[in-house]
């Protein structure tokens, strides 16, 4: 057994571990454990300074997720989208294929709660059919392997996905979507990543959501990703009580960037069954936003993206920096908000841009700009 598993074998896991452990009342511990089990690693565990830290509560139960019964299992709709076990296909060149339950922790905030814990909740049954669907569909060019979390296969696992997926011309790049370099490092072995350079290109998006995730040791298995050819980004969850405050998000993103991870996205927590008392004001995301852009370096900035509920994807959200916009120009506001205006040239998608006015009058040199009223903008 390698160390990993042995600190998965060690995990708070039972009723009465959680009772024990973190002074809940064992009806709750009991019902939550029917509702989503925990999995608490030794070295996530290590992680918590106080009761109801940002990292206790990433994983420990709570008694409010009972409280939410209304939002839906699936707000993404994944099954719907799911043409044969295992795999969703919701983009036309990409396709997730979700290949065990299990993960060094088990997330209170996951929206994938309906997949991840019994072993029985994804089939390694389904696999065959994935792998057909996958050597059928040749405009797939992209696949991402997820679950639950694909670092809890074995090397030899893995590998024998990985070989298989190479042996179709089709498949550009393969994603890992881990949490495992945040929540478990120790998986992160010279073994394994000797073994992943072997299928390139591969590329791993993994979950920091807090600072304090920064560790030696989670800096190093980034770091022996990076060394290996393996890029590694970023996806971040905006959550109360976790990361709502621009200045731990600022901090977290440069952070990232010196374990050579790049932020990529930063999502409104989804409308998931146990998991709403995490969500926020899309206004906080913003204003998180706001204080980035132009703050830091751009390299720090991660797309702001809503999961559109009922399965519409990923779609970008910005703080307002057009103020006004016509043929002729663009009004804007910098990070400072300061106004400067961009003349917008004439081209095929728009004929009658700044330089076609300017032509047609006849060598005149300032055409007539047409006034514009720029709201007055307070300070952020
Ligand atoms: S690691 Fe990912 S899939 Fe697993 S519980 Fe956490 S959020 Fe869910």
Request: glycine share 6%.
């Amino acid at each position: 057994m390698e160390l990993w598993q042995e600190m998965v074998r060690d995990s708070v896991h039972t009723v009465d571990q959680v009772v024990e452990k973190f002074n809940i009342d064992r009806k709750d511990a009991e019902d939550l454990d029917e509702f989503f089990q925990a999995r608490i690693n030794p070295y996530y565990l290590s992680l918590i300074q106080y009761p109801g830290d940002p990292i206790w509560q990433q994983c420990v139960p709570a008694k409010i997720e009972l409280k939410d019964f209304d939002a839906e299992e699936d707000p993404l709709h994944e099954d719907e989208m799911s043409p044969v076990p295992n795999i969703t296909h919701r983009y036309p060149d990409r396709a997730l294929f979700l290949v065990t339950s299990q993960c060094g922790i088990y997330c209170r905030f996951c929206t994938r709660k309906r997949k991840v814990g019994d072993y029985e909740k994804i089939s390694m049954k389904g696999l065959e059919s994935a792998f057909k669907y996958l050597e059928e569909h040749k405009e797939i060019r992209d696949v991402i392997l997820s679950g639950g979390d694909p670092l809890m296969l074995t090397d030899t696992m893995l590998e024998k996905i990985l070989k298989r997926l190479r042996q179709m011309k089709h498949i550009e790049i393969i994603r890992l979507g881990t949490r495992m370099p945040v929540v478990l490092p120790q998986r992160i072995t010279q073994k394994l990543c000797n073994m992943l350079k072997k299928y390139h290109p591969i590329y791993c998006n993994t979950h920091f959501n807090h600072p304090w995730e920064i560790t030696e040791e989670s800096s190093r298995a980034c770091e022996l990703l990076a060394n290996s050819g393996v890029p590694v980004g970023n996806q971040m969850v905006i959550m109360k009580g976790v990361n709502d405050d621009p200045s731990v998000v600022k901090e977290l993103m440069q952070k990232l960037l010196k374990i050579r991870v790049r932020p990529y996205y930063m999502y409104m927590a989804d409308e998931t069954k146990g998991a709403n008392h995490f969500r926020t004001s899309v206004e906080t995301g913003l204003k998180i936003v706001e204080s980035l852009r132009g703050h830091t370096s751009g390299l720090a900035i991660p797309h702001f993206v809503i999961d559109a509920p009922g399965g519409g994807g990923k779609i970008p959200i910005m703080p307002n920096y057009v103020l006004h916009r016509d043929e002729e120009q663009i009004i804007l506001r910098n990070f400072q908000n300061k106004i400067y205006s961009y003349k917008n040239y004439a081209d095929k998608n728009n004929p009658n841009g700044y330089n076609s006015k300017r032509k047609k009058r006849n060598g005149s040199k300032k055409p007539a700009r047409k006034k514009v009223k720029v709201p007055v903008f307070e300070e952020a």
